[in-house]
């Protein structure tokens, strides 16, 4: 198939470009540097290969310029990973790029989505977020409400997803596949061992909230790019939960993580002094984060996600 990708260069994006080529699929990338685009083509791809892999350079926010590119390209399949997300995790960071990624996700998802519609395009894959669902015992799965009554960020945040999700999924004239990420891990995220959150964590930073009972899912970046190639090719129209099988307490995976990076034990703090410290999103991710269920994904697409990385490498240490 000819499939159209927006944000080739993210985190996502590379491992993505890789697997589709490696299926045989013809590839346009989209990147506002052609200089930027080139660099991806020479990172770990054959050159047997690179020919199917072509670029189109626009800016996501001129809508006319992304129209003509994909209505030029007339790809099959658009996937978008649309993000602008800072190198460093932390509130003040975070709080920083809020805008342009929203902007992003609104106003340069909108415009891709239109040209998409535009060009005849069959089908429309979009990035979106498995961990703000609502509150709650168990594992959320994708007809689980999402957490509008969290922390304000955490709301207007779930108030985004669910607007993009609405406008892809809501278009009769796409097949569209909204693809819920769990937190992601692996080279070139924050949870990486030269990441921002390892050295957080090393220089005991990343403290644990209250009893770290928030439950967090994970995903390896090249899982994420597996299943969005498996989503592409037979997707059901719909919402997909991409996910590990082991949703995780804060309490577990960052003492294990911690234990992988050879870092001290991290710190523990009160709610009430999270509260003060870092504000309600750190209260939210501590101790009020629900995992996800990667029922559908594994049903549906033969998803089989990889163990997390250093709850396997910690199993192993304790063992020996």
């Known amino acids: 198939m000819k499939i159209f990708v927006a944000g080739a260069t993210g985190a996502i994006g590379r491992p993505l470009i890789a697997q589709l080529l490696a299926q045989g699929h013809e590839v346009v990338a989209l990147t506002r540097s052609l200089e930027k685009g080139q660099t991806l083509a020479e990172q770990g791809v054959e050159l047997a ?3 199917s892999l072509r670029f189109a350079n626009a800016d996501v926010f001129d809508a006319d310029a992304v129209k003509a590119a994909i209505t030029r390209v007339q790809p099959e ?3 978008e990973q649309l993000t602008s997300l800072p190198k460093t995790y932390t509130a ?3 709080s920083a790029a809020s805008a342009l990624n929203t902007r992003i996700r609104r106003e340069g998802g909108a415009n891709v989505l239109a040209a998409a519609q535009a060009a005849g395009v069959r089908r429309y894959l979009r990035q979106s977020i498995a961990f703000w669902a609502i509150p709650g015992t168990g594992l959320a799965d994708e007809e ?7 922390s304000p960020a955490v ?3 779930a108030h985004i997803v669910t607007e993009i999700e609405r406008d892809l999924l809501g278009n009769p004239n796409l097949e569209g596949i909204a693809l819920r990420y769990g937190f992601l891990y692996g080279p070139g995220t924050w949870f990486a061992p030269d990441g921002d959150v390892a050295q957080q964590v090393r220089q005991q930073q990343f403290p644990i909230v209250g009893n770290g009972e928030g439950v967090w899912s994970w995903l390896h970046i090249e899982d994420a790019a597996i299943a969005t190639v498996a989503a592409a090719e037979r997707g059901n129209p719909g919402i997909y939960l991409i996910t590990d099988d082991q949703p995780l307490a804060v309490c577990e995976w960052l003492s294990a993580y911690a234990q992988w990076l050879n870092a001290p034990p991290p710190p523990q703090v009160s709610v009430e002094d999270a509260l003060r410290i870092s504000g309600a ?3 939210y991710y501590g101790t ?3 995992g996800a269920s990667n029922a559908k994904a594994k049903r549906e697409l033969n998803f089989q996600p990889r163990p997390l990385e250093w709850m396997v490498n910690t199993a192993v240490a304790h063992a020996s």
């Open 92 to 94: 003040e960071s975070m």
């Open 155 to 157: 709301a207007a945040d």
């Open 77 to 79: 399949v658009v996937i």
């Open 288 to 290: 009020q984060m629900r």
């Open 49 to 51: 290969i690179r020919q």
């Open 144 to 150: 689980t409400p999402l957490a509008f009554d969290a």
């Open 281 to 283: 999103d750190a209260v």
